[in-house]
């Protein structure tokens, strides 16, 4: 693996890489939602067993990134927050994951 081409070839999977999921929660929350299309926060939280603050936060990166949407709701006097991811956070988290397996395979 010595070679300038191999060099270019794995600095091109590199660069597929998106910030935003090199944060394991945050690549989990949009992967999940590419699989069950909107998940509410409370569920979020059983699942990934974060705390309140910290999948708040991971949420909020993601949101300000157009990579997912919020909406509110009351259930029963009870407001939940649910989670679907957009158009741009399916296209970047594909990015990603096509420039892991192709990292993979060089």
């Not at 998106?18 to 949009?30: G, M, N, S, V, Y």
């Not at 979020?44 to 990134?65: I, P, T």
Request: hydrophobic share 40%; glycine share 4%.
């Amino acid at each position: 693996m010595s070679s300038s081409s191999d060099s270019q070839t794995i600095n091109q999977h590199y660069a597929q890489f998106d910030k935003l999921f090199e944060h394991r929660t945050r690549l989990a929350i949009c992967a999940l939602l590419v699989r069950f299309k909107k998940i509410s926060f409370s569920r979020f939280k059983e699942l990934l067993k974060e705390s309140d603050g910290n999948l708040g936060a991971q949420l909020r990166k993601l949101e300000d990134a157009a990579y997912i949407n919020i909406s509110k709701e009351f259930v029963g006097r009870r407001p939940v927050s649910w989670y679907s991811i957009t158009k741009s956070g399916k296209t970047a988290l594909q990015a990603h994951v096509d420039g892991l397996e192709a990292l993979l395979n060089c």
